[in-house]
């Protein structure tokens, strides 16, 4: 068997993992909220019919790319 790496996170550990408010999660996987919409943000799932859980390996992704792409404008900031 084996090890299992990906964790299921309820909404309290994103909150506290990505900084974002309840209504701020939400929004990212809303494409109505046109201002809040991110693509990348990574969808919740249904685990039953009270209960949704974000995939761990999913939402560090995320962060990851957020990293990235702040670290690289102020790279090219520098720059100019």
Do not use: C
Request: charge should be positive; charged fraction near 20%.
């Amino acid at each position: 068997m084996e090890n299992i790496s990906i964790r299921m996170l309820r909404l309290p550990d994103v909150m506290a993992i990505t900084g974002l408010s309840r209504a701020a999660i939400y929004a990212k996987n809303n494409p109505n909220d046109k201002a809040r919409f991110d693509a990348d943000f990574p969808a919740r799932i249904q685990l039953s019919k009270n209960a949704v859980a974000w995939p761990s390996d999913g939402i560090q992704a995320w962060i990851d790319a957020r990293i990235a792409a702040s670290r690289k404008q102020h790279q090219q900031g520098a720059m100019a």
